[in-house]
């Protein structure tokens, strides 16, 4: 065989090569293209499934009808619930509790019986810390037993 013919014979080679290499690229990204939002979506649901996003948004509604109940402005009172109307429209309210759910619902429907001096009224009493914020961090007892001695 010449030496021409073998150089024939590398550079088809190697652009043999260039073209498999370029096709299986090709056909990666189209695989990735396909796949790749079935990923990101059982990601999300598996996300949202998560404890630290519940107790996420069960902390952020329950700043947000701490400040609905301490609000006396019905402008701010509407700011709020709009809030609260858009960054829970998609959230499932079975996984908040009773009271969380009912002004959530109340917030995204319009439904305008949340105003806190008549709660307290109807209660009978003032309303305290612990009714405006039930699911507060801040206890007033400690929850560490070593210091409940001291």
Same mark, same amino acid.
């Given at each position: 065989?010449?030496?021409?013919?073998?150089?024939?014979?590398? $550079?088809?080679?190697?652009?043999? $090569?260039?073209? $498999?290499?370029? @096709?299986?690229?090709?056909? @990666?990204?189209?695989?990735? &293209?396909?796949?790749?939002?079935?990923?990101?979506? !059982? /990601?999300?649901?598996?996300?949202? !499934?998560?404890?630290?996003? %519940?107790? @996420?948004?069960?902390?952020?509604?329950?700043?947000?009808?701490?400040?609905?109940?301490?609000? &006396?402005?019905?402008?701010?009172?509407?700011? $709020?619930?709009?809030?609260?109307?858009?960054?829970? !429209?998609?959230?499932?309210?079975?996984?908040?509790?009773?009271?969380?759910?009912?002004?959530?619902?109340?917030? /995204?429907?319009?439904?305008?019986?949340?105003?806190?001096? +008549?709660?307290?009224? +109807?209660?009978?009493?003032?309303?305290?810390?612990?009714?405006? %914020?039930?699911?507060?961090? %801040?206890?007033?007892?400690?929850?560490?037993?070593?210091?409940?001695?001291?």
């Amino acid at each position: 065989m010449s030496k021409t013919g073998i150089t024939f014979r590398v $550079i088809g080679v190697i652009l043999l $090569i260039l073209v $498999i290499a370029f @096709g299986l690229e090709f056909l @990666g990204l189209h695989w990735f &293209k396909f796949f790749h939002p079935r990923w990101e979506g !059982a /990601k999300h649901t598996a996300f949202k !499934a998560t404890r630290a996003y %519940n107790e @996420g948004k069960l902390q952020e509604l329950s700043r947000y009808r701490l400040q609905y109940l301490r609000s &006396k402005d019905p402008v701010e009172r509407s700011a $709020i619930a709009s809030t609260v109307r858009h960054t829970f !429209a998609e959230y499932d309210d079975s996984r908040l509790p009773p009271e969380l759910a009912a002004f959530c619902r109340d917030c /995204k429907y319009g439904i305008s019986g949340l105003d806190p001096s +008549s709660e307290a009224e +109807s209660m009978g009493r003032q309303l305290s810390e612990e009714d405006l %914020n039930p699911y507060s961090t %801040n206890s007033t007892q400690s929850s560490n037993p070593t210091q409940q001695g001291t």
